[in-house]
């Protein structure tokens, strides 16, 4: 049985690289020193969100990655322990929806 998020349209071979970005720790305390430079505190309605990361709906958290975000690709929240996909809006923003 085939993955759904790997056969979906979205996921094509054709696609250009992804970014590389580079994480500093950002002094998120609620992981283990080891994870924190993979998540921030959400800072506002004026915080802009880079290629690398998308809001946690649960807790409010913001989940960074090493690499640039697609639709499809699975995230973890570690503070809220929640598995995430990542969605494109409507607006043409990601965001993260909760898959359990």
């Given at each position: 049985?085939?993955?759904?998020?790997?056969?979906?349209p979205d996921?094509?071979d054709?696609?250009?690289p992804r970014?590389r970005?580079?994480l500093?720790?950002?002094?998120?305390d609620?992981?283990?020193?080891?994870?924190?430079?993979?998540y921030?505190k959400w800072?506002?309605?004026?915080?802009?969100?880079?290629?690398n990361e998308?809001?946690?709906?649960v807790?409010k958290?913001?989940i960074?990655?090493?690499?640039?975000?697609?639709p499809?690709d699975?995230?973890y929240?570690m503070?809220?322990?929640s598995?995430?996909?990542v969605?494109?809006t409507?607006?043409g923003?990601?965001e993260?929806?909760?898959?359990y």
């Amino acid at each position: 049985m085939a993955d759904p998020v790997e056969s979906s349209p979205d996921a094509r071979d054709d696609e250009q690289p992804r970014q590389r970005f580079i994480l500093e720790d950002t002094g998120f305390d609620e992981v283990p020193q080891k994870y924190r430079r993979f998540y921030r505190k959400w800072k506002g309605a004026g915080d802009v969100l880079a290629p690398n990361e998308v809001i946690c709906p649960v807790c409010k958290v913001v989940i960074r990655s090493s690499r640039e975000l697609r639709p499809g690709d699975r995230v973890y929240c570690m503070p809220c322990m929640s598995r995430l996909v990542v969605v494109r809006t409507d607006a043409g923003t990601l965001e993260a929806h909760v898959a359990y």
